[in-house]
């Protein structure tokens, strides 16, 4: 099911007003009761309710997100105009960009990451509290005895936050402005993605740039997933608008390089990236060619970005323990976790959520190799490549990106802002990655408590059972059409 028609500019205008004042309760939830440094940690909803400003944050956060995710989603089919997404997203944007921290406490890991740093520590080798930062207290009790899952452009981009901020006020604001430059540095890139993948720019734009999580999540909580879009966006926007050019490729293989060495994520747009950058039909000598220098840029900027820093690869290593926490938003924790509760009942002990995210790795790896093939393929079947190239290739990035939300081993709200980005570029059907995207803002309380640590066994076998649906049901439907 895809959005309705273009709004028209009596409801559009409708859902701006409404959308800012559930910005501004967002905020107002943040000043009275978010993630403060302050806050006590390990709070729990009747806790929060029960401090003296809870029910006032609660129902600011409950109302203003309400509002916030209605506005959005009846926009969802396009805005009036390009000029008016633009300025309505900024216009959201603006109450959470002078709020306090919101929905997650990871502002303050990453401050302690580049403090540690600028004290000449590796913050691969040491984690925050053995190096003594002095902003502990502040960081959630599970990061803080685990080395940066970071690579080292973030870890520089932290560190000069400290050194600009001085105190941790100042690093926050300062991690906020590098979030909102990497925000800004995306959106400058969204209408010449989305002319060149033939989609709407008012309505990309919408999607991408308005949704509750860019606000909530890359605005307000500082993640530094803004900064890897960014960069992502740029490097693609460059491969796409100038194909088989060794210089630009080479410049859009270090931009799409340093996305990689802020999260490591990113990587997995890198293939299809690859087969952007082939000029008209490709072969496997095009692909070679071309893609081999943007292979070059991308690994230049690794390897230079390692030695710079003086951090070499001790990132690589810290990947390992981003998912020490167990919860149910992730399909194969859920599926683990639900085999744990059933061994349990039979009295064994399965240990089975390794196993089962070790399996959904291997997945991953199976499906994004499948999902780079078909676009190979459809760009060799198309009968004129320069122009499908694309929105083929941007759409498969995309959806490598929802493969690898769904299959990690951890789930955050604002992963979900990763293929979000590029469906809003290439898909024609909307609905099915919105709505994951509107219901995800639901599940962070303005402190930064997780509500899926509260819904664990229901929650586990609620997304199991929806999984399992949905793969049958895919499985299904594929069988159902004719060869």
């Known amino acids: 099911m895809s959005g309705p028609s ?11 007003y409404v959308g800012l004042v559930g910005a501004v309760l967002l905020a107002v939830a943040a000043y009275l009761g978010g993630a403060l440094p302050t806050a006590p940690l390990g709070a729990t909803p009747a806790s929060i309710w029960r401090a003296p400003d809870g029910p006032a944050t609660l129902t600011c956060w409950l ?13 969802r089919g396009g805005a009036p105009s390009t000029r008016w997404a633009y300025v309505t997203a900024g216009l959201w944007a603006l109450p959470l960009l002078v709020a306090p921290p919101l929905g997650s406490r990871d502002v303050y890991s990453y401050a302690c990451q580049g403090w540690t740093y600028a004290q ?13 930062c002095p902003w502990l207290d502040a960081v959630a009790p599970i990061w803080r005895d685990t080395p940066a899952p970071y690579g080292p452009v973030f870890v520089l981009l932290a ?9 941790l006020t100042g690093t926050i604001v300062a991690l906020r402005v590098i979030a909102v430059a990497g925000l800004l540095l995306g959106a400058l890139c969204l209408p010449g993605l989305a002319r060149a993948a033939g989609v709407p720019v008012r309505r990309a734009a919408w999607l991408a740039l308005a949704g509750p999580l860019v606000g909530v999540h890359l605005v307000a909580g500082a993640h530094n997933d803004a900064v890897m879009l960014g960069l992502l966006l740029s490097g693609l926007l460059l491969a796409v608008r100038r194909p088989g050019r060794p210089s630009s490729l080479l410049v859009a293989g270090v931009l799409l390089g340093l996305a990689v060495t802020v999260k490591a ?23 070679a060619r071309d893609g081999g220098w943007l292979a070059g840029g991308s ?10 820093s003086g951090l070499g690869f001790g990132w690589v290593g810290g990947l390992t323990h981003s998912g020490d926490s167990e919860q149910w938003t992730s399909p194969p924790t859920a599926v683990g976790l639900v085999v744990d509760y059933a061994g349990a009942l039979a009295g064994r002990d399965p240990q089975a959520v390794p ?3 070790a399996v959904a790795l291997l997945l991953l790896a199976v499906v994004l190799a499948l999902l780079w093939w078909r676009a190979w393929r459809d760009l060799r079947a198309s009968a004129d490549p320069a122009l499908a190239r694309p929105r083929i290739t941007l759409h498969g990035a995309g959806l490598a990106l929802v493969a690898t939300v769904v299959l990690s081993p951890v789930f955050h709200p604002w992963y979900a802002t990763w293929p979000l980005v590029l469906l809003a570029l ?10 994951p995207a509107a219901a995800a803002t639901f599940l962070a309380l303005p402190d930064g408590t997780n509500l899926a640590r509260f819904t664990k066994a229901p929650g586990a076998v609620a997304m199991t059972a929806l999984f399992l649906s949905l793969a049958l049901l895919g499985t299904l439907r594929r069988r159902s059409r004719p060869r």
């Open 265 to 287: 994520s990113a990587a997995v747009v890198l293939p299809f990236a690859a087969l952007a950058a082939v000029r008209g039909r490709p072969t496997v000598r095009s692909l």
């Open 159 to 167: 560190a000069l936050a400290v050194g600009l901020g001085g105190g």
């Open 426 to 435: 290439t898909a024609t059907r909307t609905t099915w990655f919105l709505l």
């Open 299 to 308: 690994l230049a900027a690794l390897l230079v970005s390692s030695a710079v």
């Open 63 to 75: 109302a203003g997100t309400v509002l916030l995710v209605g506005a959005w989603w009846s926009v």
């Open 355 to 357: 196993v089962v995210r």
């Open 6 to 16: 273009r709004s028209g500019p009596r409801a559009a205008r409708l859902a701006r």
């Open 120 to 132: 000449g520590v590796d913050p691969y080798a040491v984690p925050v509290a053995a190096a003594g």
